[in-house]
Every structure is written in structure tokens, then in C-alpha cells.
């Protein structure tokens, strides 16, 4: 049998880099002498991601749900994840004299300078993303003036007619490229001037492309991702399409592969907030029991 294993699998740049620096923040606090060592938390789970959030809870590192929560804390180091937060979330930090520690995506950043840049210009601003997702939360969070979430088609295609309005569009990193362009079109064909950035991050479009061209080779499909992430999901539904015989798993223990002679390719992906170590354990079982 043989096994493949999408390239693409697992942890992108941002999400590793978040998850490192919760690592090395736990590595220097570590070495410090016990009564100067101070509490970790991270502002949301680092990833969607129970095993890995479990392996940090016991290590110390607690995930605050909530601006309340955060308000509460008086010392300690909190930890920002990939997603990023509004500006004011630092100044509240700022102010409680807790250390913030920056594991915000460069790429995210970058959206959120720009917002901040062309909103302090008294330019407005439209974000194509979903208004209550922590990423676009946290980049309508930097803007100095006006800024609007436009999710879909729909909220598009109502908008008022724009009567030669100059507007910036930009977009949160995962929306899709072709409902960015066909809003950029609805935005035109409203009398909008549109100068479109397109933020969107490689990193999904690529990890779905390569799940689609595996699932189409394989007898089989394996999608491993944590239970609470769309990114898997979407994954999973991808694979599905092609594939009927497609599994999504959470750890080894899921898996529910019988020995049979039709199944001679098999094809493993995972989801963004997926660690090496779960993805490696899989592909493992699977070349070594089959
Ligand atoms: Fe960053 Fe792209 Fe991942 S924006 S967090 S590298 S999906």
C-alpha cells in the first residue's frame, strides 16, 4: 500500500510561529528560579486544537476566553495569537502591566497596518471576511476611521450605490479569492472607486488545492484536524468530494481503516492547527499495520 502525505499538511507559518513562541516564552519563564517565574496565558487557544491545547494546560499555559478574563489579570504574560486582537487589547495590556507577548501573523499585521494606515488618511475601508471571526475582529480593531465587514455576496450586492466613493478593500486572510474578486466587481459595477489589496494568505488556498489533487488519486483519504476547526472541515469536505472513502480524525485512536484489497493508494492531509508529531503518528500506523 502506498501512503501519501500532502506536503501541505498541517501547521502553517503563522500557526507554528505562535506556537513556537508559546514554547520558548514556557522555556525562558522555566529557567527562571520559582518565585520569579510568572503565569502564562494566551489570549484564545494558541490553535484549534484539543490535543495541543491540553499538552500546554498541563505545562501551565491557560487559555482566557474573554476581554473580562483579561481585564482581571494584574501581572503575568499573556500571549497573542496568530489571528492577532485590536489595538486597544495592547493598551489594556499596557495598562494592567502585563506583558503582551506578539505571536500575531506577519500577514495579519500587514492588513491591520494597512487599515490603520488608510483609515488615518480618511480613506474607508471594507474588509471581505466574517465580522465576528477573532482575525477580522482584531483588524477592524486598528482602523481610526471608517471600516466595514462585508462576509458575503449578498451584503455586497445591498450595499448603496457608492456615487464615485473612493473605498480600500482588503480581506481576511482565509476568504476565498473568487468571492473577493466577484465583490470587488459588484463594488465597480456600484460606483465604487476601488483600490482592492488582496491579503488573502497563500497558505489555504495551497493546502486545498493539494488535498483535491491527492483525494483524486487515492482509494483512500485520511483528514486529521481538531473538532472545533473550519480549516479541517473544509478540508474534509474537499476530500470527500473526490473521494468517498474519506476519514477525518482527530488523533490515531479515530481511525477506523479495515484491510481491503481495493485500497492500494492512501492519502493523508491535515488541517492548519494540526501538530507533526499527530500527523506523523497516523502515517506511521498506517504504513506499518496495512
Ligand atoms: Fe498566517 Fe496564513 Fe497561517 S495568514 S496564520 S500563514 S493561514
Known sequence: MKVTLAKTAGFCF?????????????????????????????????????????????????????????ATLRDGIVIIRAHGVPKHIYELLEKQKVEAVDASCPFVQKIQRLVRQHTAAGEEVFVTGNPEHPEVIGIMGWAEGGISAIPDIETAEKLPNG???????????????????????????????????????????????????????????????????SNTKKLFEICKDQCRNTQLIQTVGDLNFVQDEAVQNVGITAGASTPKEIIEEVQNYVRDEF
Request: include cysteine; aromatic fraction near 6%; hydrophobic fraction near 35%.
Open 14 to 70: 503563522g500557526v507554528q510561529r505562535a506556537v513556537d513562541t508559546v514554547y520558548r516564552v514556557l522555556e525562558e519563564e522555566h529557567e527562571k528560579p520559582l518565585d520569579e517565574q510568572r503565569s502564562i496565558y494566551t489570549y484564545g487557544p494558541i490553535v484549534h486544537n484539543e490535543t495541543v491545547i491540553q499538552k500546554l494546560a498541563a505545562e501551565g499555559v491557560e487559555v482566557l476566553e474573554s476581554e473580562e478574563e483579561l
Open 163 to 229: 456615487e464615485g466613493r473612493s473605498v480600500v478593500v482588503v480581506s481576511q486572510t482565509t476568504f476565498n479569492i473568487d468571492k473577493f474578486k466577484l465583490i470587488i466587481d459588484i463594488l465597480k459595477k456600484k460606483h465604487y472607486y476601488v483600490n482592492a489589496i488582496n491579503t488573502i494568505c497563500n497558505a489555504t488556498f495551497e493546502r486545498q488545492s493539494e488535498a483535491k489533487e491527492l483525494a483524486k488519486q487515492s482509494d483512500a483519504m485520511i483528514v486529521i484536524g481538531g473538532r472545533s476547526s
